[in-house]
Nanobody
Framework: QVQLIESGGGLVQAGGSLRLSCAAS????????TGWFRQAPGKERAFVAA????????LYADSVKGRFTISRVNAKNTVYLQMNSLKPEDTAVYYC?????????????????WGQGTQVTVSS
């Protein structure tokens, strides 16, 4: 079992930055690929970024490439999402997810564990 707790969300003006954190329980977190997803009001959950357990491989949605960076520190059981140049359309609840496979995945259905989410609001 893995428990995930997100933090770092908040209200920011367009063009600003936020860093989300996903803290995980468990001693083998480095064996879990981890992803970030987001869900805006009235929209389906969407993939944002994912990273392999080792931290070597990462994937990004086209909408965030060049603005967001996913990283992890396995010694701290934590995955981060650095979000720069934020836009109003980035407003959503952001969820962290993990699954016991080596390579990052885009599909949310492939992840077994989810956090409770953290709200990110970008004002124009």
């Amino acid at each position: 079992q893995v428990q995930l707790i997100e933090s770092g969300g908040g209200l920011v003006q367009a063009g600003g930055s936020l860093r989300l954190s996903c803290a995980a329980s468990g001693r083998t977190f480095s064996s879990y690929a981890t992803g970030w997803f987001r869900q805006a009001p009235g929209k389906e959950r969407a993939f944002v970024a994912a990273i392999s357990g080792s931290g070597i491989t990462s994937l990004y949605a086209d909408s965030v490439k060049g603005r967001f960076t996913i990283s992890r520190v396995n010694a701290k059981n934590t995955v981060y999402l650095q979000m720069n140049s934020l836009k109003p359309e980035d407003t959503a609840v952001y969820y962290c997810a993990a699954a016991y496979f080596s390579r990052p995945k885009v599909a949310g259905a492939e992840y077994d564990y989810w956090g409770q989410g953290t709200q990110v609001t970008v004002s124009s």
